[in-house]
């Protein structure tokens, strides 16, 4: 059986979405999402937001996070050609869900979890401040402050490339990534990140589940990254993401089943202006994770 009732992936202003929470719920609703998941970058700030929007909007809240990790395998220069990739993601991000947890209600585990997330987040500051130092060293100078006031949690490189467009060095956000802040480019700056099996334990202790974010962007095989992502305890693999074409989806899908992982679904909404809408992800409901069956 189908549906497009999930979109498990999506962000707000709490990192790098342009929306706040409440607007973000609205929009799910408006295109038919039911059950909805907000997965700001390396924060859960949003998560008692969301469940209010989600009360209001009748929707069933599910709590993420989109955890950013070092890559657990080296790209392929293969699989890279052959999906139209001239460089693999720095890092790979892993999706953790709580549906078990109500936000709000006090639970020691998820207080846990939560302590163990917050260095990520604090991390990302002097990230974005050696960036900007770059940057100027290059003859672009931006003011990391003002940069790190455009986020109401999380701070990343799509507050950065906005500033860039406002000070008229790049069009587009789009452009500042290809140009100069992408992965690999003259101003980015790695960070320090969690391997995927140290946030994998950290989201178990927690009693939550692991999908690995679009795979596409992460240039590996399906085969290695799915025996990969099985040996290394991840519960399922996004293989429904809107970078996705249908053929792609349906190949991580089958590997997922061959090993017994789950699937998940998600728009990686991040505002209106990325994209004109969220949900509208078929998904076979037999291939989410079973906590996830709410219908």
């Known amino acids: ?32 999402v039911e059950v909805w998941s907000l997965t700001d970058h390396d924060i859960t700030s949003g998560w008692k937001e969301a469940q209010k929007a989600a009360d209001e909007e009748a929707l069933f809240f599910v709590p993420g996070v989109e955890i950013t990790c070092e890559p657990a395998l080296e790209p ?21 869900y709580f549906p078990k947890h109500r936000p709000g209600d006090h639970q020691p585990e998820i207080d846990s979890f939560k302590a163990w997330l917050l260095p990520r987040q604090d991390g990302r500051q002097p990230r974005m401040q050696a960036m900007c130092k770059k940057l100027g060293e290059l003859g672009l100078p931006v003011d990391a402050e003002d940069v790190i006031q455009r986020a109401n949690g999380s701070v990343g490189r799509p507050h950065l490339a906005q500033a ?24 980015f700056v790695p ?63 089958e590997a997922a089943k ?13 505002g209106l202006s990325y994209q004109s809408r969220p949900g509208n992800m078929p998904q076979q409901i037999e291939r989410l994770h079973s906590l996830l069956k709410v219908f």
């Not at 497009?4 to 799910?28: F, K, P, T």
């Not at 061959?258 to 991040?270: R, T, W």
């Open 191 to 253: 960070h320090q990140k969690p391997t995927i099996a140290e946030a994998v334990e950290a989201v178990k202790a927690a009693g939550g589940i692991t999908s690995l974010a679009h795979p596409l962007y992460y240039g590996v095989s399906t085969p290695s990254l799915l025996r990969a992502l099985h040996a290394l305890g991840v519960d399922g693999v996004e293989a429904v993401h809107r970078s996705h074409t249908d053929a792609y989806r349906h190949e991580l899908t």
């Open 258 to 270: 061959q090993l017994g992982m789950s699937v998940s679904v998600g728009s990686d909404f991040h």
């Open 164 to 187: 860039m467009v406002d000070l008229g060095y790049v069009a587009s956000k789009q452009e500042a990534f290809e140009t100069w802040i992408g992965d690999g480019l003259p101003a």
């Open 76 to 96: 392929e220069p293969q699989q890279l050609e052959a999906t139209g990739r001239v460089r693999a993601s720095a890092s790979w991000h892993l999706l953790a």
């Open 1 to 32: 059986m189908w549906t497009q009732r999930y979109d498990l992936h999506s962000h707000s202003l709490h990192s790098d979405g342009e929306h706040e929470v409440a607007m973000v719920a609205q929009l799910m609703k408006q295109q038919g």
